[in-house]
């Protein structure tokens, strides 16, 4: 075979291999909200696939990730609870778009947005605005009155999650009367996004991690698990927001987007202050500049800047493609990375006794703040990734709060470093790091855990702090200080022994005295009184969090029926499924 066919061959090779990884990653990030490529990565891929797809048009395929905008369709039948704590998303009404909801062409270039900006009509207005980093929502008004909020979905019909949607107060749930909306068809339609803003977002991280959920990789996994949820209270409680950029409908009163864009905001509609009108490319670059370092302190995660041309008539003239219109583009920030090195990776044992590795860096800044751990996860992903102690590492935040490592340098600059590409040979330590017992792995998961649950130290605190938390049994008094003085000396070795605790027991302790001790025995005392759903919930069952405690709680009014309950009758219990199930019968 001569040189080219050689080549012909693998590039061909290489557009299955790449259509097969786009399309698993586009399940892993829309159906599985567990994304395994960085934003960049993925279109760098896309990019690449597109290039070859050009060049071999024979191999076209309808199927392939470069003709389809991904799908965040909710799957009705939920594969997710095999996956820890995974939320759980249930049948939600599938509407068909009146609009195709596209996606937006992009960019990491400043030179490509420059050139496409100058292929434009000379007289052309843009208006510049912030790409919102959370799911596309699709608000419905009919004769002025909100009716339904369709997620994008395949792109051609969506989710309606209006319940949830109406728990974000700043989305009206009717237009004032302008006159318009009872005109024509009467309806109207606002696009936008939704956000869990950071302080939610952080804030609904730490109660996961206090409960021992995983947490979620950023505030768009986030937003998206929430929109899913069957429980408005939930979704309420964890506090969404929502930009609008986008109206549609037949006739509207005026002829460009920033109009439309004002207007709606006259009507009440959350509309972002950022959104400028531009007259050239430098007013665009100018705006590009100051908002790649200006977005750092808005309270929501950005990862671009949107171009649209104004004037309507100029967009219907640019027209679309399948999958984005021609008269708007994307300019992506380029995520933040950084190469370090991975001095040691050491291993935390949870309360539920989950081994995960950590990795131990060397101390680098990395968007504003100085990085020197990061999870690793588990076993299979220090395997994929083919990383030892010493390698230099590549770490990454974009819009994800827990730095990432995504890979390994095995270039000449890290040789000396890096174990290259050999296998690193890596072996997950046999044995609990903290008590020394045989660690197990359960099939079709990915963690391996100490088995040890009554005697592992970290397992026992764990168990106890859990116990005694503010959303459980709320005991005042008992930090994880405390908890370990008194588990070192004996008094303190599992929940029952809390109330067995005695005066003399805690005022004798260093730092403790009297009076604190008075208080606890008080809360403790005080904790014989709360509900039984939160009881429950403080039992720390594995994947009995809170809300699901409460369910359980109101089908099982006491722990004495809970007890003889059987896979079936927990299972009926809406988000029960077996795995749930299986957890409860065997901790009884
Ligand atoms: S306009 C036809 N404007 O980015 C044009 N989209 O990759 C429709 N997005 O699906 C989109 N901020 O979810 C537009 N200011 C903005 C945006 C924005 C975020 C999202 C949107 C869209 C995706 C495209």
Redesign the pocket.
Known sequence: MDLFSQIENQEREEILQLRKELKEANHKYYVENAPTLSDYDFDRKLRRLQDLEAQYTDMFDASSPTQRVGSDLVEVEDKGEKQKGKEKSKGFEQVAHKYP????S?SYSREEIAEWINKLPEDVEIVC????????ISLWYENGILTKALT?GDGTKGDNVIDNIRTIPSIPQRLPDTGYQISDSGFIEI?G?VLLPWPAFDRLNQEREAQEEPLFANPRNAASGTLKLQDTQEVARRGLEC?L??MLGEKLPTDTHYARLQLAKQWGLNISDAVKLCHNLNEVMEYIAYWDKERKNLPVATDGI?L?VNRIAQQEELGYTAK??RW?I?YKFPAEKQLTQLQQITYQVGRTGVVTPVANLRPVQLSGTMVQRATLHNEDFIRQLNIQEGDMVWVEKSGEIIPKIIGKETSEKASDHSSENQESGYAFPKECPECGTLLVRAEGEAAWRCPNEKSCPPQTKGKIEHFVSRKAMNIEGLGTETIDLLYSQNLLRSIADIYDLKQEDIANQERLGDKSARNILDSIEGSKQVAWARVLFALGIRMVGETTAKKIARRFPSIDLLQWATVEQLTDIDDVGEQIATNIIAYF
Not at 101 to 104: D, F, G, V
């Open positions: 909801m596209l996606s937006l992009n605005e912030l790409k919102f980093d959370g799911l596309s994008r696009r996004e930009y950029y986008y949107v649209k984005s219109p708007a994307a």
